[in-house]
T-cell receptor, first 116, second 112 residues
């Protein structure tokens, strides 16, 4: 299957700092990427849809000024958590759509953010 | 909201077939059934997908009922490494902008 790489896989930061997470599609181009967040023992919740060359579409309740998404190329989308607080600690997962008739979604390995 | 319902948990003996059911009674004609699994602290892994016909790949088989209102994912010889949460999702295949909505999934425990 297609490969999506996410970096870093884990990060610990101090409250008030910003953290950037990268998501790359390694062997295919992705005009659409999705960013999810997952809290312990819960399912994945969509945060935003990232479209190459345009502004991201955020889900209700997700602060666009706090979770900055940039999709500057067909293989890279970034999520920046600005002024992180302990409640932002979570598992962040990106995914990219493999374009074709059936549009399978492939996921990165996830990034575990811990804000102290 | 997820368009599918799955049992919250299942057990399976190692080496036996694991049959994971999924109900999707409101599925539309152009919606595919996708299966993913998530091993603890990892991103979801694509398993298989189908529209109408049964599908098989190196990981699993997907059996879709004739009315398409339900499906079953079959892991033919479950191993301990198959312990994971399995998600059944329905979605329009060619609608790239449409999100994959994850429900709670089925937590499969493969027992030695």
């Amino acid at each position: 299957g297609a490969v999506v790489s996410q970096h870093p896989s884990w990060v610990i930061c101090k409250s008030g700092t910003s953290v950037k997470i990268e998501c790359r599609s390694l062997d295919f181009q992705a005009t659409t990427m999705f960013w999810y967040r997952q809290f312990p023992k819960q399912s994945l919740m969509l945060m935003a849809t990232s479209n190459e060359g345009s502004k991201a579409t955020y889900e209700q309740g997700v602060e666009k000024d706090k979770f900055l998404i940039n999709h500057a190329s067909l293989t890279l989308s970034t999520l920046t958590v600005t002024s992180a607080h302990p409640e932002d600690s979570s598992f962040y997962i990106c995914s990219a759509v493999l374009q074709g008739n059936t549009g399978e979604l492939f996921f990165g390995e996830g990034s575990r953010l811990t804000v102290l | 909201d997820a368009k599918t319902t799955q049992p919250p948990s299942m057990d399976c003996a190692e080496g036996r077939a694991a049959n994971l059911p999924c109900n999707h009674s409101t599925i539309s004609g152009n919606e595919y059934v996708y299966w993913y699994r998530q091993i603890h602290s990892q991103g979801p892994q694509y398993i298989i997908h189908g529209l109408k016909n049964n599908e098989t790949n190196e990981m699993a088989s997907l059996i879709i009922t004739e009315d398409r209102k339900s499906s079953t994912l079959i892991l033919p010889h479950a191993t301990l490494r198959d312990t994971a949460v399995y998600y059944c999702i329905v979605r329009v295949g060619a609608d790239y902008g449409q999100n994959f909505v994850f429900g709670p999934g089925t937590r499969l425990s493969v027992l030695p």
